[in-house]
């Protein structure tokens, strides 16, 4: 692949937030992001889950996420775990960009990234994420090992540092122009302004002396210090919110606009230097609330101020071959790797969980793929497999040690934080998991920690909701109970806590009380009323939670009665009422659903689940255009939801614009080729409307590629299928693009039979089960005098309307399924069925008679109603099976097979690939057994 970049500066603001920039732009405060924006691309950067910065940043430098690369969290324990430290490079298991930019002959600098101490031995300078950390005062402070490589270049790049005592009141007058009012010996938020701005400015000064000195490639410069500025000064930037004192607002209202504002310099001056023939990249790991939506509570818990984040953080890029003043949609973390791989025309890895952002370009690319870097061999600027380490592998070694007594036991408090961080580690696998959809994978490690910590909000919420999401009910009711018992019993009443707070100002009041214990009971009693807060917040969430409980049951009017409760308690609650508007959309009350959603939208205005939610609601009472644009506010703030696309499908094709309608669909069947709804509807409208038969026979494709041979005695076998370069669709303003068009394999299909009750299905199951398929019952209910050969039940079917999770059992297996639960059936399976079609007047006879046997009716009636409504099932059926192109369906008739069980047997042969022997299935007809006839 040709090489798009001659060279490439990335540049990372950790938390930089578009709301802040585009409104600094707007007022020409920040006039280098604005020259990246009006000569480049711009969009959102979604962040991962969970937002914790050096997890963030590693899943930036690899295109993996934590899972693969090893960065679980703040902190780890040490290789012999006598105690914890920062995360390290030493961790990463994967290698990041720089080092296949070694392996591939490329010069890299890397300045501050985060982790990256001890510097790692990259074919160019990496300047670690301690570097500019000042931990003693200036005439003391030198520079910790692995700090710089190549280690020669220590002693310049020490003399380069600002340390924050070295500024002057100068320095600090453009962001507090009132420090001078500040005593300083009460208030130490100036020092944090000094520090922030010393060690941004230590960073700025390293990565400026080595483009000024060095050649390179490649170049990356991380700042965390926007990220740091926004956790100590966003509550004082305007609008001033409640709580917050008049002077400290008056003080530090500034500090914000003040520290994005020097960024953009440091950042014009890179510009500077760098050229205009370098592609620069700015990127953040995810945004900042910086108005209404800042939480007034931070929760009691490791990483709570990640609270403060917000799910989109700043993607802008200019240089050769990139569009210019162009906005794109759908950009995420994981798809930066890939994409500066793609600038140095360099193959993408097909271990990558992210894709290069193709639509930046202002070409066509075609990208070549490897395997896995991991595999390449040849100096890549890593560690030693000797230094590197995995701190969590040895816990449990280090238990046995000491127990053997080889090792000293490192003291209580020690295991206490080791156990502390290697169960927030296990936490955040847990969320990354469940963040990318593998709700199973997260399960284990939340039902550890919920036994760990019985009653712990955090852990149980997600637990539960993971078992929602896997259809697991029953236990995420059980937890629910467990936790909410356990709450309630050790929440603190009002009266507990005035009667603790009186006691702290009886203990201040006392003249013989010793300084130090009042101030250890006054940070107990804070740190009480923070647990407490906590737990009284977990009360009102576990209300909403047993509302999305009864969503998942399939009981909408419940879970909006019980959802209408907590909103009594907290009425101007985001979450409440989308819950709401959901609900409402669940029970076809879509104007109910609207005015839920706008209530969020005044508070939220950057909300995918409301517009997404709207969309669904406007498309439902066939107002298509406002559907449409819900869909599109989707888009742009959450690219990757398919049901926006598939509603935008939707819309574009009754508003007629077909051409637009499947362009639409493709990008959502590129998100999710297993939306088999939508490729059905795609199917009819490349052939009815736009009489495009052959890509309609393309996506046919899809449900007919794999066809897999069920027989009696043979496995079905596997086919390897090629993976292909999997670009994802990303958009912009130019519209709307779908880049793959490569096919999953098919799997094996689920066989049905099916018809309405008593119309041959269960002797159909005998015929199918003597010819030696495996059949899917658990025969609960037994064989009686209406059925003396069995039912071939299987339980789980008659919740298939609100549970459809045990449906991958059934793949190469017979299932029997009523004809009014086959709407039921989820499109992303293939099916074969098997339909028995009966006199309807001999259908209702048999059922009368079944029910009087089993005593349910005393006499035989016949009800006109139901032969009507039975009537209108078989239409139905028969038309929804004409779009069904996942599902093939033979149609047979109980009459002819009683007559003529040899035919049958040869059609249904046939149907299922002709391996049977005819006269096996026959034998199973036995003409007795028919005993109502019309």
């Known amino acids: 692949m040709e090489r798009l970049a001659k060279k490439v500066l990335l540049i990372g603001w ?85 080092n296949i930019f070694n392996q591939s002959g490329l010069k890299s600098h890397v300045v501050g990234w985060w982790p990256s101490h001890p510097a790692e031995p990259i074919d160019g300078i990496m300047i670690s994420n301690h570097y500019q950390q000042p931990n003693v005062e200036p005439n003391k402070w030198g520079m910790m090992r692995g700090n710089v490589h190549p280690e020669e270049l220590t002693g310049l790049f020490a003399h380069l540092r600002v340390h924050p005592l070295e500024l002057s009141h100068e320095h600090l007058l453009p962001f507090v122009p009132k420090a001078p009012e500040v005593d300083q010996e009460k208030d130490k938020r100036l020092y944090q302004v000094a520090k922030n701005i010393a060690e941004c400015s230590s960073l700025q000064a390293a990565a400026s002396w080595i483009m000024e000195n060095k050649e390179w490639d490649f170049m990356a410069v991380y700042h965390d210090t926007p990220d740091h500025f926004s956790h100590g000064f966003m509550n004082y930037h305007p609008p001033k919110m409640r709580g917050v004192s008049d002077e400290d607002f008056e003080l530090y209202k500034g500090v914000i606009t003040s520290a994005y504002r020097y960024h953009d310099m440091m950042l014009g001056n890179l510009l500077q230097m760098a050229g205009d023939d370098t592609t620069v990249m700015l990127i953040s790991d995810h945004g900042f609330h910086s108005d209404h939506l800042r939480p007034a509570f931070i929760p009691n818990e490791p990483a709570g101020p990640a609270y403060q984040h917000r799910h989109h953080g700043i993607f802008c890029m200019k240089g050769p071959n990139i569009r210019r003043d162009e906005t794109i949609f759908g950009a995420n973390l994981l798809d930066i790797a890939p994409t500066l791989l793609t600038l140095f025309g360099l193959p993408i890895g097909k271990d990558m969980d992210g894709t290069p952002l193709v639509n930046c370009f202002d070409q066509e690319l075609e990208l070549d793929q490897i395997d896995t870097w991991e595999d390449v061999e040849g100096k890549a600027g890593m560690h030693s497999d000797e230094m590197r380490e995995d701190p969590y592998e040895s816990q449990e070694s280090l238990k046995q040690l000491v127990e053997l007594g080889y090792i000293e036991d490192p003291g209580d408090n020690v295991h206490v934080a080791v156990e502390r961080t290697i169960r927030e580690a296990n936490y955040n696998l847990a969320r990354v998991y469940v963040g990318s959809g593998r709700h199973a994978k997260a399960i284990p490690l939340l039902e550890t920690l919920d036994k760990e910590k019985p009653g712990e909000w955090r852990f149980a919420r997600r637990l539960i909701v993971c078992y929602l999401e896997t259809k697991e009910i029953e236990k995420a009711k059980n937890l629910i109970q467990t936790t909410e018992t356990l709450l309630r019993e050790t929440v603190l009443g009002e009266e507990k806590i005035a009667k603790l707070q009186k006691e702290i100002s009886d203990l201040q009041k006392q003249e013989d009380s010793d300084k130090k214990e009042v101030e250890k009971a006054v940070a107990k009693f804070r740190e009480t009323q923070k ?73 939220d205005e950057h909300n995918h689940n409301v517009f997404l939610g709207l969309a669904i609601a406007y498309f439902k009472l066939d107002e298509y255009e406002e559907a449409a ?84 005695n043979s496995e079905p076998q596997k086919q390897e299928v090629e993976k292909h370069v999997p670009i994802k669709p990303v958009s912009s303003e130019s519209g709307l693009q779908a880049t793959e068009k490569n096919v999953p394999s098919q799997e094996e299909p689920i066989i049905i039979v099916s018809g309405l009750p008593r119309s041959g299905t269960s002797m159909m199951m005998q015929m199918l089960e003597k010819g030696g398929l495996n059949i899917l019952t658990d025969n609960k209910r037994k064989a009686d005098s209406s059925n003396p050969k069995g039912y071939y039940e299987y339980e789980a079917v008659k919740r298939m309307a609100r549970d459809n999770s045990w449906l991958p059992e059934a793949k190469g297996k017979v299932v029997k399924i009523i004809s009014q639960l086959l709407f039921n059936l989820p499109p992303r399976f293939n099916y074969k069925i098997i339909f028995m079609e009966r006199d309807i007047q001999e259908v209702l006879l048999s059922q009368q008679k079944m029910l009087i046997a089993q005593g349910k009716k005393t006499k035989t009636t016949y009800n006109m109603a139901l032969e009507n409504s039975f009537e209108k099932n078989i239409e139905k059926v028969k ?10 369906i033979l149609f047979v008739s109980h009459r002819e097979t009683i007559e003529n069980p040899m035919e049958t047997a040869q059609s249904v042969n046939n149907f299922l690939g002709g391996t049977f022997d005819n006269e096996i299935l026959a034998s199973v007809i036995d003409k007795n057994l028919y005993r109502e006839r019309s």
């Open 629 to 712: 644009e819900a869909a599109l506010s989707v888009m742009e703030l959450s690219y990757y939801q398919p049901q926006a696309h598939y509603y935008l499908a939707l819309c574009l094709q009754k508003l007629q614009k077909f051409e637009q309608a499947a362009q639409a669909f493709e990008v959502c069947l590129t998100i999710l080729p297993n939306f088999g709804t939508a490729r059905n509807k795609l199917i009819e409208l490349y052939e009815k409307d736009l009489n495009q038969i052959e890509k309609a026979e393309e996506h046919k494709k899809f449900f007919k590629q794999k066809e897999i041979e069920i027989t009696a």
């Open 14 to 98: 950790d938390g930089a937030d578009w709301k802040i920039i585009n409104k600094l732009m707007d007022e020409g405060l920040m006039p280098a992001t604005e020259y990246l924006v009006n000569n480049g691309v711009m969009g959102n950067l979604a962040t991962l889950e969970p937002p914790f910065s050096p997890m963030l940043w590693t899943s930036i430098a690899t295109g993996m996420r934590a899972d693969k690369h090893g960065i679980l969290g703040f902190s780890e324990p040490t290789p012999d775990h006598h105690g914890v430290r920062p995360v390290s490079s030493l961790s990463r298991k994967v290698k990041a960009v720089w």
């Open 531 to 603: 647990e407490n807060n906590n737990k009284k917040n977990a009360l009102l969430n576990i209300e909403l939670i047993k509302g999305d409980a009864l969503i998942k049951e399939g009981k909408p009017q419940l879970a909006l009665e019980q959802y209408k409760k907590v909103e009594a308690q907290n009425p101007n609650a985001k979450q409440i009422n989308t819950q709401i508007g959901e609900a409402y959309n669940k029970l076809n009350q879509h104007k109910d659903a609207i005015k839920a959603f706008e209530k969020v939208l005044e508070i």
């Open 879 to 888: 038309s929804w099976a004409k779009k069904q192109h996942n599902a093939n």
